[in-house]
């Protein structure tokens, strides 16, 4: 190893915004009441929305199936809540369009006991039953992604998975949910490693924490069991090391190729909630009914990191944990990757992993834009070496041909480092997410017409 190595245990450039958990951190895992009506868009995973299989005026248990997955990248979605089928009808969504959904009536005096399925035991199922088992849970990413995860893990042919990586990172700023659970849900996490290393093949896990986080380290490296092959591996603070890319590399000190997934270098990245849900549920062959979210901000009376029935509408979740009268905006994940939400009547999904609210002091500052002025600030922000100021040019000029031909604009995930650092505040992030759009649609009728 050489003597000059900067960027030990970690990956070259990115940014190091304020971290502002201190708020949450320590606060313990609360479960959050059940709302009077809860509100299920079937389009909450990336791929086909799942297909209703219950009716109105239903009576339906906690747990219970209310729609099936339709193909092999989707997956089923279970009742939060014991109740009655209200209304299936289209329901708002955070991309403000509406969207088919369910309206479940919750039974106030209900127990709420969860339905139990085929408990799946990691000793004797195959890898097959493994993955058909989580997708049969429901389960997608739960750091923000929602990829349903029973195919992320499927490793293709001519592939082998060597390292399962375990990200504990969250290097979003305010949130604290995946640290809450490091901290009190160990041993679901080490059954969903042992669940995840059958699935996989793979040899050996891997839980990265970044060092703000050493407590959660120390915590699990006390409860590893013997037989897993589990490490940790603490790195330092950096955003966005949570990215599966900069892990890899963080990690590994391998780089993912252009285009590719980790698997290119052996590797599988699974977010530690999502490890802690399989490790949770596949036991009992629940289906996921809620999840953890960090709620905080300026804007938040009861701050906390809460239990909360997927389907929770948000304009109930902020009237229970009271906010200022003065709030500007409402962002559901965090403040580098998140959306700013303009309908209170979305609700949570499984990918809401905060809700950060802020006052019209934490957003007062300037929205006035310049022009580039060439510092190049966002190329020594950008963690995989794109051209964030030459980029914003061509988005300017609609290239997005260009972009994403000669200048790598897919290989882009959208962190935010490069707005976060422009002196000139150009949105250049949202540049580039229009473009990613823009392209994969003249991709998708390119498509058509050669199938036509």
Known sequence: MGLFNFHKDTFKHGIHPPESKGETNGLAIK?????????????????????????????????????????????????????????????????????????????????QEILEG?????DTATAEEILQAIQDAGIVGLGGAAFPTHVKLKIPKGKKCETLLINGVECEPYLTTDHRVMLEQENDIFTGIKYLLKATGAKKAIIGIEANKQDAADH????????????????????????????????????????????EVGAVVVNVATTAEIGRLLPHGRGIQERVITITGHGVKKKGNYLIPVGTPLRYVLDYVGVDEAISEVYMGGPMMGVAVSNLDISIVKGTSGILVF????????????????????????????????????????????????NNLMDCFECGSCTYVCPSHIPLVQYFRLAKRVVRKREAEKKEKVND
């Open 220 to 263: 699990l490296a006390k409860y590893i069991p013997k037989e897993l092959p589990v490490t940790i591996k603490v790195l330092p603070v950096k955003y966005p090391q949570g990215a599966e890319k900069m892990l890899v590399t963080s990690i590994l000190n391998k780089e993912v190729p252009s285009k590719g997934l980790p698997i």
């Open 31 to 111: 479960q959050f009441p059940f709302a009077p009506v809860i509100i299920l868009p079937l389009a909450q995973h990336i791929g086909a929305p799942s297909q209703i299989v219950v009716r109105e005026g239903q009576e339906v248990q906690r747990g219970e199936l209310l729609a099936k997955a339709v193909g092999y990248v989707s997956v089923p979605l279970h009742a939060p809540v014991s109740g009655i089928i209200q209304k299936i009808a289209n329901v708002p969504t955070i991309s403000g369009k509406m969207s088919l959904g369910i309206y479940l009536k919750t039974f106030p005096s209900s127990t």
């Open 118 to 122: 085929k408990p799946i035991d990691p």
């Open 359 to 406: 006052t019209g002091e934490d957003v007062g500052k300037s929205s006035q834009t310049y022009p580039c002025i060439k510092c190049g600030a966002c190329l020594d922000a950008c963690p995989i070496m794109l051209n964030p100021s030459k980029l914003g040019i061509l988005a300017k000029f609609e290239a997005y041909d260009e972009m994403a031909s000669d």
